[in-house]
């Protein structure tokens, strides 16, 4: 209670400071608000729309079981496809320049492994 009677005291000894005090800090929020109703009117966007992803998918099972066309469909949807080479300088080169953000690529054999797990069905037991 001491110390809340002291700074009572100080504060009123000081009333021009806390005055000076108070009228800068409105204005500081005033201008602060000002600046920020003025930035959101003057955007032409409403919403944020991110651009699409350069994406390129390279096939390297022959587009066995239409895997590689039907990952091209899908991401198609979200992205733009891009088409590059084959060959590890393309590769490099296509992720160092920035010319793609995504490149998927379909190993030799995907397809047939891939039916091979999705053959296998899991047993179930039942429990006492």
């Given at each position: 209670?001491?110390?809340?009677?002291?700074?009572?005291?100080?504060?009123?000894a000081?009333?021009?400071?806390?005055?000076?005090?108070?009228?800068?800090?409105g204005?500081?929020?005033?201008?602060?608000?000002?600046?920020?109703?003025?930035?959101?009117?003057?955007?032409?966007?409403?919403t944020?729309?991110?651009?699409?992803?350069?994406?390129?998918?390279?096939?390297?099972?022959?587009?066995?079981?239409?895997?590689?066309?039907?990952?091209?469909?899908?991401?198609?949807?979200?992205?733009?496809?891009?088409?590059?080479?084959?060959?590890?300088?393309?590769?490099q080169?296509?992720?160092?320049?920035?010319?793609?953000?995504?490149?998927?690529?379909?190993?030799?054999?995907?397809?047939?492994?891939?039916?091979?797990?999705?053959?296998?069905?899991?047993?179930?037991?039942?429990?006492?």
């Open positions: 209670m001491n110390t809340c009677k002291a700074a009572l005291r100080i504060l009123k000081r009333k021009l400071y806390v005055i000076i005090y108070l009228v800068l800090i204005t500081m929020m005033f201008s602060i608000s000002w600046q920020i109703m003025r930035g959101s009117t003057a955007a032409g966007a409403t944020y729309e991110p651009e699409s992803a350069r994406i390129a998918v390279i096939d390297r099972d022959d587009d066995a079981e239409h895997v590689a066309q039907s990952l091209r469909s899908y991401l198609a949807l979200d992205g733009e496809m891009v088409t590059i080479d084959d060959d590890s300088i393309s590769l080169q296509a992720v160092a320049s920035n010319y793609v953000d995504l490149i998927a690529i379909v190993p030799q054999g995907f397809a047939e492994r891939y039916l091979q797990y999705a053959r296998i069905t899991p047993r179930l037991r039942n429990r006492p």
